[in-house]
């Protein structure tokens, strides 16, 4: 039985500014909840159904409520919720300065969408890329929308946000930037490295203008065929991240 | 003014059933009304502020209604409503036989995320994809949410709704027909073809079970390092897609 109390604290975690004061945020769904459980995340609190406490293991420690199918669609941010909901303590991530110089990391600039956020998190997982750095107006990583897109690559890359300028005068000389531009050079003719920055605009207004000179290579992924007339402005900016990833990864692949 | 019975008639267009009902469907925000304005769709109607109305020319013949942004509030499915939005007449899909066989085509098996689906079609219209077919259980198209995520690629890329296993047998023999799987042959080493079907199953599933018989060539995306033992479990199904077709376009302009 879950009260209501419990029905509000839950709900609150929708807002940015009650995750940031109780340092937690929401993660539904078994596989999620689980890996979250299993990863230096820590889980606080476990909403579940009967079935699904009878049916799986779990690292002991975790206060744990059950509740009932109704409870659970007053909790859930879910149009279908699931047998799970769990309450999940934020990481203090320590920045990556090694794979800052010596990999590929990708640089955020004002991505505002939570689907694309997560799903851009889920695509450095499968490449590889072990952190993403976020301007300090992107989408806010303990967003439920993006929790559950990262599809639980939240537990295997570390997501830091930082203000962009400062953190490009910092970078070490001679670290490439590469920012995804609609107009620059043909990523496929371009000469990929194993390290450096891939910088990533907003879904409406690309790399802020502030940034641009930070940006020592500027990358393109060209429509076809190259004399068409119309074609969609742009990419989706999660579709131009997995083909940019795709591309540095697979030469790297080739060359090993 | 909009009448009450205007407003019920625009929100009940959320509804599959009242757009096949009705045959039309919605678009909102200036870019999008307009492209569809002056393409082969029907603009039936548009609700547009007296500002939007004042700066902005389009095609006559249009019915219009002028509303105060309180009103586009009631009637608009987006969290910051924009300036105009419009009913659109369904179109009629021709098949695109020339294209099935001399082209590429995208084949979507039972794509669920509104937001993925749209994507698709954005990522086809910029690798100039002509035509995707999408099996009857995909998500509908006129949905507001795939509207929106195609970002006007709706008015360059026809979409069609068949029966996949009766379209795959109709096939013309010897069109080769790759499907997008977790195990296959490497993406980069294989023969990519100038014409063909892309398969690319759902979100939860992948390509159905009777459906696999009809692919030649099945085809996967590699992570890296190819000796990780941890990394997410698959790349979303949009992104899939913007990493095979940019690889299939590539090497035809390459080699153009």
Redesign the interface.
Known sequence: MITKSQIQFVQSLKQKKYRDLHRCFVAEGSKLVLELAESRFSVRQIFATTDWLRDTHFATGIAVEEVKPFEMERISALSNPSPVLAIVEMQEEAPEPTSRFEDLTLVLDGIQDP?NMG?II??A????IREVICSTDSVDLYNSKVIQ?T???IT?VKVNYVELAGFFEALEVGVPVYGMMLEGENL?TAEPTPNGMIVIGSEAHGISHKLTGYITHRLT??????D?D???????A??????VC??F??R???S?
């Open positions: 689907g799903t889920r695509i997982d499968w490449f590889g897109a599809m639980g690559s295997r496929y992924i060209p429509f076809y065929p190259a068409r119309y074609h969609a402005e742009s990419l989706n999660a579709v131009a991240t997995g083909i795709a591309e990864r697979k790297l692949a080739i090993d």
